[in-house]
C-alpha cells in the first residue's frame, strides 16, 4: 500500500519517497486525500529525509506536521526540478530538464508514459539527497539507468506497446489521476478508430474513473462499462464496428465469440490505422 501498513516498513532507509497522491486502496487508506496522505505518511522515519514528489494543497500539512515530529527534513521534488517530454517514441522518451527555474539538460527515459513527467522530477531530487548523504552516482550511470529501467527492473505496464499492427498499449492506470494522463496522451495519438479494454477490481473507485471517461467522450467514442462480477473484476470494451485483436485472455471477439488471442477475425479486421489502448 506504500504508507503506514506496508511491509518496506521494517526497515530503515536511506531515504523516504512518497508520489503523487490520489483517490486508492480507499476501503484501507481513507476517503479523502488529507486521510490518504496521513497513512502513506506513514513511511516517514525518524530524522530520515523525505522527498515529496508533487506539492498538492490538500496533502502538504498532513505531511509536514509528520515530517516535523519525526525531525525529518522534508522536499518537495515539484519546488526544485521541472520536466517536460520533448520528443515521445513509442518506447521512450526525451525529457528536458529544469532545475529551480534554470535549464538543467536533458535525460532519456524508456518509460514513455507522460505521467513519467513527475517522475522524473521526484527520481531526480531523490537523487540529489543521496548525493548529499555521501552516495556515489555518476551521471552517467544515472544516464544509463533511467535509459533502461524496463530492462533493469522488468517493469511493464507502463504505456507499453504490446503489438503494432495494429497499434496495441498497455497502461496499469486505476484510478482517476492515472486514466487522466492515459486520456491526455490518447488526445495526442493518432488513429482513426479507439478501442479500450478496461478492467479493475473491486476495491477501485471505478464509478469515478467511469464518470471521466465518459466526459472524456471525445477520445472514447461509443462507451460500455459492465459492473464488478463475482471475481471482482470489471471489464469495459470500447468497441466501434469491428472486432479487435488484443493479446489477452478471456476478451471474446464481437464477431466469432471466441478469445481474442485465437481469433483470426478479430485479428484481420483491426485495421491499420486502429488504436488500441488495455
Known sequence: LGGR????????????VITNISYDHMALLGDTLEKIAGEKAGIIKEKIPAVIGERQEECEDVFRDVAAKRSA???????VYSANAKTIF???QVFGLLKNNLPAGELICDLPGKYQEKNICTVLQSLDLMHSKGWSLPQDTVESGLSSVRKLTGLQGRWQTLQTDPQ??????HNQAGISFVVEQLRAAKYEKLHIVLGMVRDKDV?????????SAEITGRTVFDKPGSNGIIATLVVADQAIFIKTNNILCSR??????????????????NFAIV
Open 207 to 215: 464509478s469515478s474513473v467511469e464518470r471521466f471517461m465518459n466526459a
Open 168 to 173: 496495441v498499449i498497455c497502461d496499469v492506470g
Open 256 to 273: 466469432c465469440n471466441k478469445e481474442t488471442r485465437n481469433c483470426s477475425t478479430g485479428r484481420s479486421n483491426s485495421a491499420h490505422s
Open 90 to 92: 513509442y518506447d521512450k
Open 5 to 16: 501498513l506496508d511491509s518496506t516498513n521494517v526497515i530503515t532507509p536511506e531515504l523516504s
Open 73 to 79: 527534513p522534508i522536499v518537495f521534488a515539484s519546488d
